[in-house]
């Protein structure tokens, strides 16, 4: 080339004459400009996702909430509890009252009197004029809220549009939600209220840079006070208190941290906050509905006989006290078993001398128990210390810790127990009589009252009582068992070792020769008052102890470890005119995928560490963080909401599951996210490994902005979706209740042998 060429080429004229690239600062505010239009885009496309989902689980909701127009299973507890809200009437439950107050205030606010008790299911609600689809429609809507509450979630954790769309349809087309959230139950208001907490605790996390600001504090304090709303549901809310405790405790030792700069005084004022947001607010908030509850609940009602008499005589008009007399010595009472309502009984059959085992018995007079009351249960309670003529006729009380013997009216025997196998638990001492003038020292019983600090005088009706043997230390006890052919079928009683057990209390009933109604009705009845915190915790320690009892065997309960496969399913209710039925069983497609993402979120998170430990690095930094710690936190609530009922004792049943199966679905949809879309060579991970991109090609930018998923992963996403509405569909006349299923069609959708579904046995299963 020559020099004139080489000169003309660089002619500064000629460079004028050709386009200049942009500039950087050009560049930027182009890509800003963009980066707005396309964020306006986006918020668009979100507000139009979330209004078509909450229209569609509205819909799927409210679908014929007004069939069946009969009592469906726990409709018998919390419809009947928020009419005794409305009565005022005290009744006991083992759940904290918020949830049946809320269902309480739909009825109030309509006009609803409460006079129905829905004692049975497929008790007719239109016969009796109650106004169920109202009651019914608060549950159903706060399952619409709950789906708001999940899309919300996902989309300030950062998800794509397409995985905050998917992981909400999945939950809305979820069977066991549906027919879960559309009857009178507890577990929509726990489920919204534990969706609100874990978004009020996203809402702070993303602020842990403006901190102590007025959002900050904002979402902190919500986050507590949903909290709280979350355990006055049910005491399960203890799960989502443990988690968020733990997520705050990790959130506390990552500011403790000493190569960041430690401040001990700005430590304490995180620490402080936590503390008076997180604890002392939920504390106030969850006290402050147990006060509500004893402020409406001030007339006698069904609940008493759980409570002690000093509680019991802070109630009005109590039939209970109306009942109750005063004990005095040479009365003869009734005596009947708190648990199994069983009157202590005797009669002149003896033991039989060698029992079918081998045993031998004292082949002394049969004690048992009896269900209905005869004249051979009448008891005659009988002084230890020398009384005088004068103090007999004026009448001698009774008082807690006296020793008593009791004398059987019919036989004229006193009751007796002592160092010989009882007739069914070899482990229990033999209760028996003896003539009156043998034996004394093992006819000595302690009257043993379950509330003496309160009243130390026996009282009929008012004072559950123990009977402990002065000789062997044991309790006169008795339970379910029948004793065989010999003992008439009758319930076997005993010395009970356990003295410690619940199940020793007995209590008087009645005292012959006197009308306890007749005497009281002319004496004022006083009203005690009794401390908030006393009643709240005499409450607490009955709903606990009363909740770990519940272990008598139900035809539907199931164990943890069958729920995420859905092994066993629940029976609300069917109609053998019609042949309908409703069966609450969850998605096939929605939980399977869900408890593979727990594995596939296990592995990977076990991959990356051990790649890690080796020095590299498979996942971008963010794409990790957000897999790891927010995935992370979707596995702590799903864990922490499943594996603490494998320790529990008491009954349990697939609907304990539905907390958990929530938490499954958002982590469902932080393992697609990682998968479909997060894994792609997006603009955006080539932006960060190499930022001169910008300015070689600028119609890349409007790509840049943010990653999105493939063909192949909208394809996934719409196979998921489609399955899981078609599994919804097929489940669907189970869910409702529809009619005019046919054997063959119930069959059909009996996916599972173990599912108990009505009016479809297979030829020689028992209907």
Not at 25 to 45: C, I, S
Not at 345 to 370: A, C, E, F, M, T
Not at 599 to 624: F, K, S, W
Not at 629 to 644: K, S
Request: glycine letters at 6%; aromatic letters at 12%; hydrophobic letters at 45%.
């Amino acid at each position: 080339m020559t020099d004139a060429a080489l000169r003309k080429r660089r002619d500064p004229h000629d460079e004028k004459s050709l386009p200049m690239p942009p500039s950087p600062k050009q560049d930027l505010k182009k890509v800003n400009g963009l980066h707005q239009r396309q964020e306006q885009q986006h918020q668009l496309a979100h507000r139009a996702t979330f209004v078509g989902l909450v229209i569609l689980s509205f819909f799927v909701s409210f679908y014929k909430i007004w069939y069946p127009a009969q009592v469906v299973f726990d409709e018998v507890h919390f419809g009947k509890f928020a009419g005794y809200y409305l009565r005022r009437s005290y009744f006991f439950d083992v759940h904290p009252p918020l949830a049946k107050m809320m269902i309480a205030a739909v009825g109030y606010l309509i006009g609803y009197d409460g006079h129905f008790e829905f004692t049975n299911i497929g008790d007719d609600y239109i016969e009796n004029n109650v106004p169920y689809v109202a009651l019914r429609s608060l549950p159903a809507t706060l399952n619409v809220l709950c789906v708001c509450l999940v899309y919300s979630i996902m989309k300030q954790s950062g998800y794509s549009l397409s995985i905050c769309a998917l992981t909400t349809a999945l939950m809305v087309f979820d069977s066991a939600l549906v027919a879960q959230h559309r009857l009178i139950m507890l577990d929509s208001m726990l489920i919204f209220f534990m969706l609100a907490t874990v978004y009020c605790y996203i809402r702070f996390r993303k602020l842990r840079y403006q901190e102590f600001s007025t959002g900050w504090w904002f979402w902190l304090v919500a986050t507590g006070i949903n909290m709280a709303l979350t355990l006055s549901v049910k005491l399960v809310g203890l799960f989502l208190v443990i988690t968020i405790g733990i997520a705050v405790l990790v959130d506390l030792w990552a500011l403790f941290d000493i190569k960041r700069g430690l401040d001990m005084n700005h430590f304490m004022r995180h620490f402080y906050a936590r503390a008076i947001a997180l604890i002392i607010i939920p504390i106030a908030v969850y006290l402050f509905w147990f006060y509500i509850h004893f402020a409406i609940l001030v007339e006698s009602g069904p609940g008493d006989s759980f409570m002690s008499t000093h509680f019991k005589e802070t109630l009005q008009n109590s039939a209970t006290k109306m009942k109750s007399l005063e004990i005095n010595y040479y009365d003869n009472i009734t005596l009947l078993h708190k648990d199994t309502e069983a009157y202590l009984h005797s009669h002149d059959l003896q033991y039989p001398l060698r029992y079918d085992d081998g045993r031998i018995s004292s082949k002394g007079q049969q004690v048992v128990g009896i269900k209905e009351f005869d004249m051979n249960s009448w008891w005659q309670v009988l002084p230890t210390k020398d009384l005088d003529d004068d103090e007999i006729k004026d009448g001698v009380k009774v008082h807690h810790n006296d020793i008593i013997r009791l004398k059987h009216l019919e036989t004229g025997t006193i009751l007796l127990t002592h160092d010989v196998a009882s007739p069914l638990l070899s482990t229990n001492e033999e209760v028996t009589t003896v003539e009156p003038d043998t034996r004394y020292n093992e006819t000595l019983f302690k009257l043993i009252l379950e509330d003496s600090n309160n009243n130390d005088v026996w009282h009929t009706h008012l004072s559950p009582f123990k009977l402990l043997h002065m000789d062997t230390k044991v309790a006169v006890w008795t339970h379910d068992q029948a004793l065989p052919e010999w003992g008439l079928g009758l319930q076997d009683v005993n010395g009970n070792k356990n003295t410690n057990e619940n199940s020793n209390y007995w209590v008087a009933q009645e005292i012959m020769g006197k009308n306890a109604t007749e005497i009281n009705m002319n004496k004022k009845q006083e009203i005690k008052s009794m401390l908030f915190l006393r009643k709240f915790l005499e409450l607490q320690g009955r709903m606990l102890s009363h909740n770990a009892g519940l272990t008598k065997p139900h035809p539907y309960q199931s164990s943890p470890i069958s729920w995420p496969f859905m092994v066993r399913g629940i029976s609300y209710w069917s109609n053998n005119d019609t042949r309908e039925q409703i069966y609450m069983t969850g998605n096939l497609v929605g939980w399977y995928l869900g408890t593979a993402s727990v594995a596939i979120y296990a592995g990977i998170l076990l991959a990356d560490t051990l790649a890690r430990h080796r020095g590299i690095e498979p996942i971008d930094g963010p794409v990790r963080q957000r897999f790891i710690y927010n995935g992370g936190f979707f596995v702590l609530l799903w864990l922490l909401h499943y594996a603490p009922f494998f320790i529990m004792g008491r009954a349990l049943f697939l609907h304990h599951y539905l907390p958990a199966a929530v938490c499954n679905y958002m982590l469902l949809g932080a393992v697609l996210q990682f998968m479909l879309i997060d894994g792609i060579d997006s603009p955006v991970s080539k932006l960060q490994r190499n930022p001169e991109a910008l300015r070689h090609r600028y119609n890349s930018i409007v790509s840049i902005v943010q990653a999105s998923p493939d063909t192949k992963s909208y394809v996934a996403f719409a196979l998921i979706l489609i399955c899981q509405i078609a599994v919804f569909v097929f489940l669907a006349p189970l869910i409702y209740g529809s009619p005019g299923l046919s054997v063959s069609q119930v069959l059909h959708r009996k996916i599972y042998s173990s599912w108990d579904l009505q009016y479809g046995k297979h030829h020689g299963e028992r209907e």
